[in-house]
């Protein structure tokens, strides 16, 4: 089973966090199973770049991004190479460590 190493963030995971992931299941679900409350403002519909996270191992071992996330990925804030939306990144049998970062736009709320 792979596991989801989270980087400390300061206000969702200030210590970070191992995690177990299911193959097949989304780094969003996954996140917020186990207490980690990353937005998902659009109800992780590819709506919003709210879930985006940064992956620094395992980018690879992903799901390839559709046409669709790529074009919410680039309204993301601190979008780097390795960015994924979390909630259309599916685990694949690879350890993962993400970063989330530091700010989110939510174009719900603003």
């Known amino acids: 089973?792979?596991?989801i190493i989270?980087?400390?963030h300061v206000e969702l995971c200030p210590n970070g966090a191992v995690i177990e992931a299911k193959s097949g299941d989304t780094i969003c679900d996954t996140l917020l199973d186990n207490g980690i409350e990353i937005e998902h403002a659009c109800e992780k519909s590819c709506a919003c770049t709210t879930c985006h996270v940064i992956l620094r191992?395992?980018?690879?071992?992903?799901?390839p991004a559709?046409?669709?996330e790529e074009d919410m990925l680039d309204k993301a804030w601190g979008l780097e190479p390795t960015s994924r939306l979390s909630c259309q990144a599916v685990?694949?049998?690879e350890d993962l460590i993400v970063?989330?970062?530091?700010y989110t736009?939510?174009?719900v709320k603003e």
């Open 57 to 63: 191992k395992g980018f690879d071992s992903l799901n």
């Open 1 to 3: 089973m792979p596991q």
């Open 99 to 102: 970063e989330i970062p530091k």
């Open 91 to 93: 685990v694949d049998d």
């Open 105 to 107: 736009i939510n174009m």
């Open 66 to 68: 559709e046409e669709l």
């Open 6 to 8: 989270v980087l400390p």
